[in-house]
């Protein structure tokens, strides 16, 4: 595939709609440009840190596997008695 664009005097393209679309860009969406071994990789931006973040200490903590596997024996229990 390919597709082309041109530059303005302000450093602004147009980016292909057909390469929107495969990208999922839309209105306001940020975009990433890498450069990776000579090419230039253009993506939408990742959101910074780590997603899972939000959760941490939503479990209790765990000290073995034991423990780790007595919990979902329990959850599973709590579920059959339903």
Do not use: H
């Amino acid at each position: 595939m390919s597709a082309f664009s041109t530059m303005s005097s302000k450093g602004q393209i147009t980016v292909p709609i057909e390469i929107r679309q495969r990208l999922g860009l839309k209105q306001g969406t940020r975009v990433e440009f890498l450069v990776d071994n000579g090419q230039t990789i253009v993506r939408p931006a990742r959101p910074a840190g780590n997603p899972f973040e939000k959760y941490r200490g939503c479990l209790p903590a765990f000290k073995s596997m034991g423990e780790i596997n007595d919990w979902v024996d329990s959850l599973r229990s709590a579920d059959d008695r339903k």
